[in-house]
């Protein structure tokens, strides 16, 4: 079946602009994660929801970052007045419950450029 | 910030050696993954391992877990060429939400294996 797929797979933009990435899960799957990597570095928690609701933003950088899950299927982070540090490849994964025993699935990931 | 520390940071061997990687860890943890990375993107699951195992096995992949000195190994046998790649080791972070569960991963910052054929 299909996997957690994340649009666009790059994305390159000025400071100061908006932007949104998309994640689309596991088909089912009522977790989902979004992660940041930086180069050289390995990935680190953004939030967390469960089903519609974050149950977990405390990764969230400071309040330029928001990600919404509406009918708790695909989701969208969205990075306001971006900054060259905002530099990374967004990862999203999935998994079936959120259980701690859960594999996650993760995505391709979305580089972003920040210029 | 990152738990785990992974060790050595870039390792280099000859196809059908055996490739041995050590993850260090801070806190108490339910259970430790494994995971894969290929050219920077997306992380491949490859083994899970609770906190009251202490080995555990996958195909030419071996996993050891010792909670005393919270550290973790990972061992793959016979290398070929295609395990080249970046290997990370994930905890469950401090959860306050017990009742939810939700296992929130922190990574460490993974060594990078290179097997030269």
């Known amino acids: 079946g299909a996997g957690v797929s994340q649009t666009p797979s790059n994305k390159v933009t000025e400071k100061g602009k908006y932007v949104e990435l998309r994640c689309d899960p596991i088909s089912g799957h009522t977790a989902l994660y979004w992660y940041r990597q930086s180069l050289g570095q390995g990935p680190e928690f953004l939030i967390y929801f469960q089903g519609t609701g974050a149950a977990d933003d405390s990764g969230l950088p400071n309040d330029r970052f928001f990600a919404v899950r509406p009918e708790g299927s695909v989701s969208t982070l969205k990075i306001q007045r971006t900054e060259r540090g905002d530099s990374a490849v967004y990862l999203c994964?999935?998994?079936?419950?959120?259980?701690?025993?859960?594999?996650?699935?993760f995505g391709p990931g979305t580089r972003l450029t920040v210029l | 910030s990152q738990q785990g520390e992974e060790d050595p940071q870039a390792l280099s061997i000859q196809e059908g050696e055996n490739a041995t990687m050590n993850c260090s860890y801070k806190?108490?943890?339910?259970?430790l993954q494994w995971y894969r990375q290929n050219s920077g993107r997306g992380l491949v699951h490859l083994i899970l391992i609770r906190s009251n195992e202490r080995e555990k096995h996958s195909g030419r992949l071996r996993v050891t877990l010792d909670t005393s000195k919270k550290s973790s190994s990972l061992l793959i046998t016979a290398s070929r060429a295609a395990d080249t790649a970046s290997y990370f080791c994930a905890t469950d972070a401090d959860r306050p939400w017990i009742i939810q569960g939700a296992q929130k991963l922190v990574f460490g910052q993974g060594t990078r294996l290179t097997i030269n054929p």
């Open positions: 994964a999935s998994s079936p419950t959120g259980a701690d025993t859960d594999t996650q699935y």
């Open positions: 806190t108490s943890i339910n259970n």
